[in-house]
T-cell receptor, first 114, second 110 residues
Framework: DAGVIQSPRHEVTEMGQEVTLRCKPI?????LFWYRQTMMRGLELLIY????????DSGMPEDRFSAKMPNASFSTLKIQPSEPRDSAVYFC????????????FGQGTRLTVV | AQSVTQPDIHITVSEGASLELRCNYS??????LFWYVQSPGQGLQLLLK??????LVQGIKGFEAEFKRSQSSFNLRKPSVHWSDAAEYFC????????FGAGTRLTVKP
C-alpha cells in the first residue's frame, strides 16, 4: 500500500478563496483523522471519522471549515472562505481501530493563504 | 481536560550520548500514551505506545519510554543517539481524541 496520500502537497491561495484538501486513507482502515499543525498551536485534532461517519468535529475551528468522507477511500477538508490565519500544515491520518492502534499519517498539505 | 506538556522545546545531544525527552500529562482516567516522531517535511510516525501492563515500553529505532503514574510522566529515552534521530518528537495522550504536546526538536551533534 502507498500509505495515506494527501493532495496537494502545497497550496497557495488568496484570502477569500475556497480551498479543498484531499486525503486517501490506507485501504481497509476505518478511522480517518484530520489534524492541523502550526507553530503557535502545535498539532490540533480537527475532526475524525469512523466508517465514513463524522464522530467528533469539536476541533473544527469555525463554520468556514467542513469535512466530508463520501466513501471509505476518500475524504476532503474544505475551507470557505479562507483567511491568512488558516495557513498551516494539514495532516490526514488513518487507522483500522482508532488511535489506539497505529495511526498512519500522510505527508501533509502546506497551506498558505495570502 | 486532558493535556500534554513537553517542557523542552529544543534539545541538543552529541551522537552516541544518551537521550531523555520529557512528557507530562493530565488526564481524567488511565491514559493511553504515545510518542511520535516527525522528520522534516514528513508526517508523524509512531515510536511506541502505552495502554496498560508493563510500565516500561519498548518501541522502534531503539527507543523506550517509562510510564510513571505518580509523576504523570511518560519520558522517552534512548541509550545512544544516532545522527538520524534528529527530528521533532511529540508526546500524545488520549484515545481517538488524541492530544499532542507542542513537540521537542532534537538536534544531534557529530
Amino acid at each position: 500500500d502507498a500509505g495515506v496520500i494527501q493532495s496537494p502537497r502545497h497550496e497557495v491561495t488568496e484570502m477569500g478563496q475556497e480551498v479543498t484538501l484531499r486525503c486517501k486513507p490506507i485501504s481497509g482502515h476505518d478511522y480517518l483523522f484530520w489534524y492541523r499543525q502550526t507553530m503557535m498551536r502545535g498539532l490540533e485534532l480537527l475532526i475524525y471519522f469512523n466508517n465514513n461517519v463524522p464522530i467528533d468535529d469539536s476541533g473544527m475551528p469555525e463554520d468556514r471549515f467542513s469535512a466530508k468522507m463520501p466513501n471509505a477511500s476518500f475524504s476532503t477538508l474544505k475551507i470557505q472562505p479562507s483567511e491568512p490565519r488558516d495557513s498551516a500544515v494539514y495532516f490526514c491520518a488513518s487507522s483500522w481501530a482508532g488511535m489506539t492502534t497505529e495511526a498512519f499519517f500522510g505527508q501533509g498539505t502546506r497551506l498558505t493563504v495570502v | 481536560a486532558q493535556s500534554v506538556t513537553q517542557p523542552d522545546i529544543h534539545i541538543t545531544v552529541s551522537e552516541g550520548a544518551s537521550l531523555e525527552l520529557r512528557c507530562n500529562y493530565s488526564y481524567g482516567a488511565t491514559p493511553y500514551l504515545f510518542w511520535y516522531v516527525q522528520s522534516p517535511g514528513q508526517g508523524l510516525q509512531l515510536l511506541l505506545k502505552y495502554f496498560s501492563g508493563d510500565t516500561l515500553v519498548q518501541g522502534i529505532k531503539g527507543f523506550e519510554a517509562e510510564f510513571k503514574r505518580s509523576q504523570s510522566s511518560f519520558n522517552l529515552r534512548k541509550p545512544s543517539v544516532h545522527w538520524s534521530d534528529a527530528a521533532e518528537y511529540f508526546c500524545a495522550v488520549g484515545n481517538n481524541d488524541m492530544r499532542f504536546g507542542a513537540g521537542t526538536r532534537l538536534t544531534v551533534k557529530p
